[in-house]
C-alpha cells in the first residue's frame, strides 16, 4: 500500500489523532491526545491509535508498574501485633511467658505477632520447665524508641500511593505476605509517537474529512448519500479477529459422550450431590471402617449434619450383608453395623450413587443407564487433582450380561470417543468383582481412563436384583485433557477468555 493510498484511506479520528500528536511535539499520552485532538471519548483515541499502529503511522508503547497503597489505615493506630507484643513486653522488663500475649492480642494475632518478632529478631523464645518465656533481643530494645522499616513504610503508604519503583523490595514484599495490610494494582502507562511515515502523511496536507463509512437506510432513502463522502475500504488493512459464540469445551466433550451413550441404547440419570454415607458407602458394601470414609478424604456436612434414610427394609438388608454375607455365602465384615455413621450427611464421592439407587427403584431388567456429573472428595489441588471433578457412570443389567460384554461395551466407546487400542488390566474395587483398570494408548503411551467391573453379590443382593450388573466408572477431565493436549486440569476450568475463543469446535 503507497503512501496515497494511506492517506486516501485514514478516518476523520486518525486524521485528527496525527494532528493532535503533531501540535504535541509528536509524542504524548492518550490522554493528552483525547484534549488536544477534542475527542468526545478516550475510546476513539485508543481506536484511531490501534488503527494507525497497524499502517505504521502511529508507534504505542505501554509501560506496566506496581502501585501500593495502605488497605486498612486502622492498623496504625492499633499497631502490628508485634509492636503491641513488644510494648506487653516492655512493661514486664523486656521479657514475659507466650501465654501472657492474650491480655492484648486475640489467639490468632498472638500467633502472627510471634512469627513476626521471630522474623525480625525483635525477641527470641525460651523454654524453662513448663514456661514458654519470650525475652527481647537487642534489636528489639532499640526498636521500643523507634519504628521498624515495614512500620515507616506504612505511614508513608497511609499519606500516598507509591509506585514499586520507589520501595525497597523485601519491606513491600513483606507486607503483602501479611493478610489485609496493602492493596496492589497495576497501572499501565501508554505513550503514542509518530513515526517517519505519520509525519510524511501530516507533510502532504492532512486535514479532517467527515466521512461516511456505513451506508444507511437513511442515506439511502432521504437521498443524502449522492453528496456524501465516502471512506474508501482497504480489504488489505489490519481487522481484529472475530469469534463466534460456541459451547465451552467441555460442554462439547459432555455433549459427544451423552450422545454416544444414547446411540448405544442408554439412559442418562442424575441424584443429588448430598446423600446420606448409606447410599455413598454402606449400600456398596463399604466397611464403615474403610479409609476412604474418614474426614481427610470425604467431604461430611456440617448442617445437616444426619439424613433420614428412606427404607427400613433395604437398610436391614444391607446391615445383614455388613455383618454376616446375608445368604450369598459371604462372611461380610464381621462387625457391628451403626446405623447412626449410614446417615451421616455428605458430598458424594463417586457418581455409583447414582446406579445403586437406580437399581433399587428397578431391579428387574433389562436396564443400561448412565451418568455425567460432579462429585467431590478431598483432594490436594494440583495438575492431576481436584476437590471437585466430573465422572462418567454407567451400568448394565440383563440376564446374559458378561465380563466379555462390559470389555467390549467399553471398547466400543472409547472407539467412537477416537481411541482405537484399549487394554484392560486387573484392578481392585470394593464393590466389583472381578474387575479392571481401562487404559488407552495416546501418543505412544498408555493411560489408564478409569475402573470397571462385576457388582458383587452383596451390593445386589440387598435390593432383590438377580442378574449380573456390570459397572464402569471413567475420568471426565482425563478425557478432555487427551482431547485437548493439556498437562494441568485446572486449564480446564480457568476463565482463559482467549484459550475459549480459539479452541477448535471439532
Not at 86 to 99: V, Y
Not at 208 to 229: M, Y
Not at 297 to 307: I, Q
Amino acid at each position: 500500500m503507497n503512501i496515497s493510498e494511506i492517506l486516501a484511506g485514514l478516518s476523520a479520528n486518525e486524521s485528527k489523532l496525527l494532528l493532535a500528536l503533531d501540535r504535541l511535539n509528536g509524542k504524548a499520552s492518550p490522554e493528552q491526545v483525547f484534549e488536544a485532538g477534542d475527542f468526545d471519548q478516550m475510546v476513539e483515541v485508543m481506536n484511531a491509535g490501534s488503527w494507525l499502529q497497524s499502517k505504521g503511522a502511529v508507534a504505542i508503547s505501554e509501560v506496566a508498574r506496581k502501585v501500593y497503597s495502605i488497605k486498612d489505615a486502622g492498623v496504625l493506630g492499633r499497631g502490628l501485633p508485634e509492636r503491641r507484643a513488644l510494648a506487653l513486653l516492655a512493661k514486664h522488663g523486656g521479657e514475659g511467658e507466650i501465654k501472657d500475649l492474650s491480655s492484648v492480642l486475640s489467639k490468632e494475632e498472638a500467633s502472627i505477632a510471634l512469627g513476626w518478632l521471630r522474623r525480625k529478631n525483635l525477641a527470641k523464645i525460651s523454654k524453662e520447665g513448663d514456661r514458654k518465656i519470650l525475652r527481647l533481643t537487642d534489636v528489639g530494645r532499640a526498636a521500643l524508641d523507634r519504628p521498624t522499616a515495614d512500620e515507616v513504610l506504612l505511614e508513608q503508604l497511609a499519606q500516598t500511593e507509591m509506585s514499586e519503583d520507589m520501595l525497597d523490595k523485601k519491606i513491600i514484599a513483606s507486607l503483602k505476605s501479611r493478610q489485609d495490610i496493602v492493596n496492589e494494582k497495576l497501572l499501565v502507562s501508554r505513550t503514542m509517537e509518530l513515526t517517519d511515515l505519520g509525519r510524511e502523511l501530516i507533510s502532504l496536507g492532512l486535514v479532517v474529512k467527515d466521512e461516511v463509512a456505513q451506508l444507511t437506510p437513511e442515506l439511502i432513502q432521504t437521498g443524502k448519500w449522492r453528496q456524501a463522502s465516502f471512506r474508501k475500504y482497504d480489504v488489505r488493512t489490519f481487522a481484529p479477529a472475530i469469534y463466534p459464540g460456541k459451547k465451552h469445551p467441555l460442554t462439547r466433550i459432555a455433549d459427544e459422550v451423552r450422545e454416544i451413550f444414547v446411540d448405544m441404547g442408554f439412559t442418562e440419570i442424575d441424584e443429588e450431590y448430598v446423600q446420606p454415607a448409606f447410599w455413598n458407602m454402606d449400600a456398596l458394601f463399604t466397611p464403615q471402617d474403610h479409609p476412604a470414609r474418614e474426614i481427610q478424604d470425604t467431604f461430611y456436612l456440617k448442617s445437616p449434619n444426619k439424613l433420614q434414610l428412606e427404607d427400613e427394609e433395604i437398610i436391614k438388608r444391607v446391615c445383614a450383608m455388613h455383618e454376616t454375607g446375608g445368604d450369598t455365602g459371604s462372611l461380610g465384615w464381621q462387625y457391628k453395623w451403626c446405623r447412626e455413621e449410614s446417615e451421616r450427611a455428605l458430598l458424594r464421592t463417586h457418581t455409583t450413587v447414582n446406579t445403586i439407587r437406580y437399581l433399587w427403584r428397578n431391579p428387574e431388567p433389562p436396564v443400561k443407564v448412565f451418568s455425567i456429573s460432579k462429585v467431590f472428595r478431598k483432594e490436594a489441588i494440583d495438575a492431576t487433582h481436584l476437590p471437585e471433578f466430573t465422572q462418567i457412570e454407567g451400568i448394565i443389567m440383563e440376564k446374559d450380561a458378561s465380563f466379555d460384554m462390559l470389555c467390549g461395551v467399553i471398547k466400543e466407546f472409547y472407539r467412537r470417543m477416537g481411541f482405537e487400542n484399549v487394554r484392560f488390566r486387573p484392578g481392585y474395587f470394593p464393590y466389583v468383582e472381578p474387575s479392571l483398570e481401562v487404559e488407552v494408548e495416546f501418543k505412544g503411551s498408555w493411560l489408564e481412563l478409569g475402573g470397571a467391573g462385576v457388582f458383587r453379590p452383596e451390593v445386589t443382593a440387598p435390593f432383590g436384583v438377580k442378574y449380573p450388573v456390570l459397572a464402569w466408572g471413567m475420568g471426565f477431565e482425563r478425557l478432555a485433557m487427551l482431547r485437548w493436549d493439556l498437562k494441568d486440569l485446572r486449564d480446564l476450568y480457568i476463565s482463559d477468555v482467549d484459550m475459549l475463543r480459539k479452541s477448535p469446535i471439532l
